[in-house]
């Protein structure tokens, strides 16, 4: 079947610009994530849903960014006010719920503020 | 809270040496533990888990690892490397519970020699 897919896969956009994200997961997995990868660095946690609800925002780094899952499967980053410091490659990961916490990655968005 | 140290930003061995990644861990609870490799331009592929079985795990492609709670350490090796195997290596952590996000380090890039 098919992986997690990512659109777009490369976004530029200007510093105040709001953008969206978009995230397919594997069919079926109920679990998604979000994570952000700066240049020369892991990947870091932004956000987990469990089905519709975000059990876990923890990772947000401030109120302009929101993430939602309204029917439980396809999910959207939003970013409001983007700035250069959000330039980075957004990647998100699903995994089906029986406990062995495997995430599968997609391909990722590469995000560029100017 | 969890964490991951990964010694080595990069690593160069030539076709055919041994391969070894270096991994620690720091977690108050039982860790689960990845470690994930990442070709240029693509998505994070899982290469291997260790989640509280068998101490010596193996994954695809020849890799193996190795959970020593003594040390702290969760190493990556294979015996003999491949020039396909060059890429970005991601040591991760997490525990099982409501949110199973992933720790990350902040990889290892290796190179193969001819």
């Known amino acids: 079947g098919a992986g997690v897919s990512q659109t777009p896969s490369n976004k530029v956009t200007e510093k105040g610009k709001y953008v969206e994200l978009r995230c397919d997961p594997i069919?079926?997995?109920?679990?998604l994530y979000w994570y952000r990868q700066s240049l020369g660095q892991g990947p870091e946690f932004l956000i987990y849903f469990q089905g519709t609800g975000a059990a876990d925002d923890s990772g947000l780094p401030n109120d302009r960014f929101f993430a939602v899952r309204p029917e439980g499967s396809v999910s959207t980053l939003k970013i409001q006010r983007t700035e250069r410091g959000d330039s980075a490659v957004y990647l998100c990961?699903?995994?089906?719920?029986?406990?062995?916490?495997?995430?599968?990655f997609g391909p990722g968005t590469r995000l560029t503020v100017l | 809270a969890q964490s991951v140290t990964q010694l080595g930003s990069h690593v160069s061995v030539s076709e055919g040496a041994l391969v070894l990644l270096r991994c620690n861990y720091s977690s108050s609870v039982p860790p689960y533990l990845f470690w994930y490799v990442q070709y240029p331009n693509q998505g994070l592929q899982l290469l291997l888990k260790?989640?509280?079985?068998?101490?010596l795990v193996k994954g695809i492609n020849d890799f193996e690892a190795e959970f020593k709670k003594s040390e702290t350490s969760f190493h990556l090796t294979k015996p003999s490397a491949h020039m396909s195997d060059a890429a970005e290596y991601f040591c991760?952590?997490?525990?099982?519970?409501?949110?199973?996000?992933?720790?990350f380090g902040t990889g290892t890039l290796l190179a193969v020699q001819p």
């Open positions: 991760a952590v997490s525990r099982y519970g409501a949110t199973n996000k992933l720790i």
């Open positions: 260790y989640t509280s079985a068998a101490t």
């Open positions: 069919s079926g997995h109920t679990a």
């Open positions: 990961a699903s995994s089906s719920r029986d406990g062995k916490n495997e995430q599968f």
